[in-house]
Structure formats: structure tokens, C-alpha cells
């Protein structure tokens, strides 16, 4: 079993800037890919990036709507995934969900094995 904690979000104007956090108390951290997922109210869960595991390069991968403004990154030591998140737009406003899972790196929900408890994101404009 993976629990992940996500925090960092809050409220913020549009064009600023949020850094969310995923942690976990697993110690095979690194060998999971770890994804970022978003959902607002009537919505299907939308991709938003994703990192291979340290073990592959820590590769990451974008969706359209976030690509040169959100960074993926992972912490191996401190078991914590972060998603700089630069430039925000009032549409980025949603849950943002943490995702794990020992296949890297899906794009759907399905992809993924464990889920964290979401953290909200509201950018005012």
C-alpha cells in the first residue's frame, strides 16, 4: 500500500505562481512513476504530468493545456514528488490529485494504483 499526502495548494491570481507537494512514507519511493491529475465539478480526472521512476531517468511528461508552465519534479530522498506550477490561468482552477504507480507514465486514471486525498487550486482572475 502507497498513501500520499498531497498539500500546497491555496488561492492565487491569475499569472502567479503555486508549488504543490506529494509525499509518501514509502521507502521504494523511487520506484514508482508519480503523476499529477486534476478535477473540477462534472469533469472527468485530467491528466496534467507525470515522472519516471529514479530508476528510468526520471523522464516527464506533459499535457498540452500545462506544457512550459508546470514543472514535474521528484525528491528520491525526501519521498516527495513536487508540480511547479508558473503562470497560472483561472481555467487551472481544480482538485489536484497526486497518482502512483510502478508503470510509468500514464495519461488516464486508469494508469495509476494509488491515489492521494487532493488538494484544492483556485486562481482568481
Request: proline fraction near 3%.
Amino acid at each position: 500500500q502507497v498513501q500520499l499526502v498531497e498539500s500546497g495548494g491555496g488561492l492565487v491570481q491569475a499569472g502567479g505562481s503555486l508549488r504543490l507537494s506529494c509525499a509518501t512514507s514509502r521507502r521504494t519511493f523511487g520506484s514508482y512513476a508519480m503523476g499529477w491529475f486534476r478535477q473540477t465539478p462534472g469533469k472527468e480526472r485530467e491528466f496534467v504530468a507525470a515522472i519516471d521512476t529514479r530508476w528510468s531517468g526520471g523522464r516527464s511528461y506533459y499535457a498540452d493545456s500545462v506544457s512550459g508552465r508546470f514543472t514535474i519534479s521528484r525528491d528520491n530522498a525526501e519521498n516527495t514528488v513536487y508540480l511547479q506550477m508558473n503562470s497560472l490561468k483561472p481555467e487551472d482552477t481544480a482538485v489536484y490529485y497526486c497518482a502512483a504507480d510502478p508503470t510509468c507514465c500514464a495519461s488516464v486514471p486508469g494508469g495509476y494504483h494509488y491515489w492521494g486525498q487532493g488538494t484544492q487550486v483556485t486562481v482568481s482572475s
